[in-house]
């Protein structure tokens, strides 16, 4: 028996590798032939980064996190789905250019930097590995609703893991909350970040308007009050403003009646004051939701300090040379400025722009902005002829329109992170297919013809 137990003990190392390897491959291969896949695998490594708190895993002589190895997998899938596959989309010059800019100024930063470059340039990847693998496939209606509901999925874990966040610090277990003392520097109520808090608000969105693009959507229509409340507990004010931003532009491409524009505004506001009320029933609450309110509009605490972050950031990087303006600066180069801090006082920080377009700007010069710019532009161009045309076609394409809005409005004030890269890319795949699908069944014939986003 003692041999046994030592044999045991022995093999086990290599077991979990053989297992571990063998899981490996198994999610290559199916990567490799199904989107769904892919895209679950995303959205399972985007929600553990966030239970994480975004911070290192392990430490192999590389510090890695949650996303690096699912997201280094998929980018490694994607570049054989461009070079081999014939039923890619479109190999599009703006995104092969935009992502082959971005490894340059990676590689670059390793050759000077060294490791410094994978950290700075981490989130950067995933977000890039996320936009080619999703536009390697043919998307279709049928992918879509596929996302939709895993990103419903990804909600509702989201939720689960606020509540018990919020009970752990306002119920004072001590014992349960990180060394710091608090889920988010940034506040006791923000314990997720606003890339979570910002996919919450864009099923919001699907629920409201879009609630009959498949079962998720109809999931995301049940779920609107609790997602509504927790975009509005989690007092990321920028995710409200896209929220906005998103509910407006869907109202904007409604194309019914009048009647139906009519329920759907009363629908919104049945929905915004149900949260209210919710909302009231905690005088605390409402009294840090009403000042980070009113601080917003005078631009005070983080607004007024972005403002000196930009520009310490612009002028930092003109000040680098002719290359880190035409392409960037590498990855891994020094960032530290001095900022003006909400309190007036000058410091010394190290961290992000706190702006998707400077940060493009500054890592990779006039040259990736201009890319950016072409892979946004050509992709809301063809969405939004998509969307006015009266197919199946229409609502889908509204709905990428309305996301793509949506993260047009957050990048203001935040990075991009994988998942709105992968709803970037997804926009972009279903915008280049090569020929529409065929209509779908339907025992109502006039219900073919899209009156703009449908609300039941």
């Known amino acids: 028996m003692s041999y046994l137990l030592i044999a045991f003990y022995v093999a086990t190392p290599y077991l979990v590798a053989a297992a571990a390897g063998l899981s490996i491959a198994i999610l290559a291969v199916r990567s490799y032939a199904s989107f769904r896949a892919g895209m679950i695998l995303m959205v399972c490594a985007f929600c553990l980064d ?11 002589g590389l510090t890695l996190y949650t996303a690096d190895l699912p997201m280094a997998l998929l980018f490694a899938i994607a570049a054989a789905r461009w070079i081999v ?20 100024d990676f590689g670059l930063g390793l050759v000077i930097h060294g490791t410094a470059a994978g950290a700075q340039a981490r989130t950067d990847f995933h977000a890039i590995a996320a936009g080619v693998y999703a536009l390697s496939f043919p998307v279709g209606r049928k992918e879509i609703r596929q996302t939709i509901g895993a990103l419903v999925g990804a909600a509702v874990v989201l939720m689960l893991l606020c509540v018990y966040r919020w009970t752990v ?18 506040g006791p109520t923000r314990v997720i970040g606003s890339p979570g808090a910002l996919m919450i608000g864009q099923l919001v969105v699907v629920g409201l308007f879009f609630v009959s693009l498949g079962r998720g959507a109809l999931w995301a229509r049940l779920l609107l009050l609790p997602m509504t409340a927790s975009v509005l507990v989690l007092q990321h004010r920028s995710v409200w403003l896209a929220l906005l931003v998103g509910l407006g532009a869907s109202l904007i491409l409604v194309r019914s009646h009048k009647a139906s524009r009519v329920r759907q505004l009363l629908m919104l506001g049945a929905l915004v ?58 990855a891994g180069a020094d960032t530290t400025r001095t900022v003006v801090d909400s309190s007036g006082r000058d410091v010394r920080i190290s961290f992000g722009a706190h702006n998707y377009y400077i940060i493009v700007l500054t890592t990779m010069g006039v040259v990736g902005v201009a890319l950016f710019a072409w892979m946004g532009a050509q992709s809301l161009a063809r969405l939004y002829r998509q969307s006015r045309a009266d197919d199946d076609d229409a609502p889908y394409a509204s709905l990428l329109l309305v996301l793509l809005m949506m993260q047009a409005t957050y990048y ?28 779908e069944a ?9 009156q703009g986003p449908v609300v039941l």
């Open 50 to 60: 966030i239970v994480a708190l975004s911070r290192p895993i392990l430490h192999i």
């Open 85 to 104: 596959r014939p039923d890619v989309p479109r190999r599009d010059p703006a995104w092969l250019s935009f992502a082959l800019l971005f490894l340059v």
């Open 169 to 186: 610090y306002y119920g004072n277990f001590r014992d349960l909350l990180p060394l710091a003392g608090s889920f988010n520097i940034d």
């Open 273 to 330: 004051g149900a949260g209210v009320i919710g909302l009231a029933a905690s005088s605390a609450l409402r009294g840090q939701i009403e000042t980070s309110a009113v601080r917003a509009i005078q631009g005070q605490d983080t607004v007024s300090a972005r403002f000196s972050n930009w520009k310490a950031t612009l002028t930092q990087w003109r000040e680098a040379g002719p290359r880190a303006i035409v392409m960037g600066r590498e």
């Open 412 to 439: 203001v004030a935040y990075a991009t992170d994988l998942m709105q890269f992968l709803i970037f890319g997804i926009a972009s795949a279903f915008a280049f297919r090569r020929h529409a699908e065929p209509a």
């Open 442 to 450: 339907t025992t109502a014939p006039q219900a073919r013809r899209f």
